[in-house]
């Protein structure tokens, strides 16, 4: 009795330790520790498989695949610098704001592009709610839909390629960055697009809601708007398609396209000069520290997993998962309520280090489609980020909101996009081609 609750019990062990406010790598290994001394007090843990743990710490070491994080770190943290981001809020601003809706509709459109050149939800929603936010106000946006849009267009970096987040579900997963990258295309359109017809809807129905920009506020139009337009959307645009279709072409490697777009992040900025000593130690900074906290959360997980194994803690979720009443349809919705639940608390490299491991051998022996599971776990952990009161994203927009906006606007701002995002969810649930079309015409 002793044995079989002693590997799920760990599960306990590390949400206590998280919940006193230890950090996620040490809560992990601590709770690895502890459970392992006790499993060898007992007879019940074989001390042989710690001598397993330095052939897989070297083996993350060794993981070509994991090497594609900071490039993609560095390179959306470069663009950041850059002020990329400022350029085409305000140009963006330009050509939409003319119409109802216009200046939440370029929020959108910069949150998606934004996602596809970063893929941080913290950074897009941190520079969308400081540099278009107040603008919204001032001209007559409903703080509900102004605060919502913003929230809900950062989260887009959770599922739109190039993103961190399915780089490393690839790798739990055991399946191609390229193919995830794939079928995540057409899911990650369309909830950017839900989210375009939502705001004109609105628009349409409440013009108070989100009014047109006064005529004197579009700096520029005709042959000016254009060539800035070309300007400034060009360049991201083409390191977009750089980095993606080096991938999806089969040129370059997930983590050699990831190298390229840090290459064209340094020139994007060294064109647009701003590219000093002071910037590029930053964004190396930022991303050593990002990337530290990612190896020492895979170290951590590493230990809490093989002595979770060795208490088989995994043959007990995997006997649990594929004896659930409903067979696939039972295990898809409890696999996606516990991620779900889980993203309210801990990060997504908590949840793809610790809990996917053990659900993809459930999914794969179940028949499911991984690529398929990969794209809905992202789009799930992004509905999972926007929702209050947890929601990551939320906390993000509150430390940069302006005083009159407050925490129920916020809240209150992101249900219809959460709506929006499960009903997504639902469509690429019911009808996989919309994953799986993309993958099968490339192979």
Known sequence: MIADALGPSMFAGALALLALGY??????????ILFGLL??????????????????????????????????????????KSGIAEDLLETMGSLFGRIRGGLAVAVVVVGALLAATTGVVAATVVTMGLISLPTMLRYGYNKDLASGVIAASGTLGQIIPP??????????????????FLGSVIPGLMMAAVFVVHVLVIALVRPDMAPALPAELIGIRGQALLSKIIQVMVPPLALILLVLGSIF??????????????????ILAALKGQLHIQGLQDVCDRTLRTTSMVIFILIGSTAFSLVFRGLHGDRFIFDALTNLPGGEVGFLIVSMVTIFALGFFIDFFEIAFIVVPLFAPVAQQMGIDLVWYGVIIGANLQTSFLTPPFGFALFYLRGVVPPEVTTGNIYRGVIPFIMLQLLVLVAIIAFPPLVNWLPSVSQ
């Open 39 to 80: 499993g060898i007090a007992l007879g019940i843990f074989d001390p042989i498989f710690l001598t397993a743990m330095p052939q897989r710490i070297f083996g993350i070491m060794n993981n070509f695949t994991l090497l594609a994080i900071p490039y993609f770190i560095f390179m959306g943290a470069m663009l950041e």
């Open 23 to 32: 950090p996620v790598a040490f809560a992990l290994g601590g709770v690895a």
């Open 163 to 180: 993103s961190i987040v399915l780089v490393v579900l690839a790798d739990q997963l055991g399946i191609s960055v390229g193919d995830l």
């Open 249 to 266: 072409f089969g040129v370059a490697t997930p983590t050699e396209a990831g190298a390229l777009g840090c290459l064209g992040a340094i």
